[in-house]
Nanobody, 124 residues
């Protein structure tokens, strides 16, 4: 089971990017999914989170600019980022909470799974 993040890149201030995170493997369910980021010299922080039922929460710094969504059928997470600022520069990671999956004959419940990061750089 793995999460594959994509969509990062270099963008000018005020620009937009759309991040995607696709989960693969024998996954039966994912409770909540979220985007985290870690800027240079900073700790990793929660950016946005969405439950399987569609409830969302955002960091105050991105409210009104970022929108998180997910396709439960495809086990895919998205985040539309608009009006990007230089302080949004960071490595963005996706996370799945309460993941239920199977590997071979082993069955796992309630696990946290992290994707690899994707770099977002906001600069003129």
């Amino acid at each position: 089971v793995q999460l594959q993040a994509s969509g990062g890149g270099l963008v000018q201030p005020g620009g937009s990017l759309r991040l995607s995170c696709a989960a693969s493997g024998r996954i039966f369910s994912i409770n909540a999914m979220g985007w985290y980021r870690q800027g240079p010299g900073k700790e990793r922080e929660l950016v946005a989170r969405i439950t399987s039922g569609g409830s969302t929460n955002y960091a105050d710094s991105v409210k009104g600019r970022f929108t998180i969504s997910r396709d439960n059928a495809k086990n895919t997470l998205y985040m539309q980022m608009n009006s990007l600022k230089p302080e949004d520069t960071a490595v963005y990671y996706c996370n799945g909470e309460g993941v239920e999956y199977k590997v071979g004959t082993s069955y796992y419940v309630g696990r946290s799974v992290w994707g690899q990061g994707t770099q977002v750089t906001v600069s003129s």
